[in-house]
Nanobody, 125 residues
Framework: QVQLVESGGGSVQAGGSLRLTCEFS????????MGWFRQAPGKEREFVAA????????AYADSVKGRFTISRDDAKNTVFLLVTNLKPEDTAVYYC??????????????????WGQGTHVTVSS
């Protein structure tokens, strides 16, 4: 059973940065594509970014392109999301998710098999 534990959230002012971390355990990390999603109060959970099992491919939501960077360290079974130039509309709970690789990165939350408990990011103006 895969377990995912996020950390690194917090409260920052607009323009600030955070690095979110997700620790993976329970299976072979390198066999999984990894994604980050977020959910703001009263809204649906939405795709933020994904990275392939080989780290050769990444994908981002249009709203975060150029500001967020996803990366992974297979030696540490960890995936990161560097979030910069934060805006109040980035306020949400950020979730890490794992998907047994499908060949193509997916932004569809229903194709991810495992989820973390989430880490809160609050951006004030």
């Amino acid at each position: 059973q895969v377990q995912l534990v996020e950390s690194g959230g917090g409260s920052v002012q607009a323009g600030g940065s955070l690095r979110l971390t997700c620790e993976f355990s329970g299976r072979t990390f390198s066999l999984y594509d990894m994604g980050w999603f977020r959910q703001a109060p009263g809204k649906e959970r939405e795709f933020v970014a994904a990275i392939s099992w080989s780290a050769g491919r990444t994908a981002y939501a249009d709203s975060v392109k150029g500001r967020f960077t996803i990366s992974r360290d297979d030696a540490k079974n960890t995936v990161f999301l560097l979030v910069t130039n934060l805006k109040p509309e980035d306020t949400a709970v950020y979730y890490c998710a794992a998907c047994r690789t499908l060949g193509e990165l997916t932004a569809n939350r229903y194709e991810y098999d495992y989820w973390g408990q989430g880490t809160h990011v609050t951006v004030s103006s």
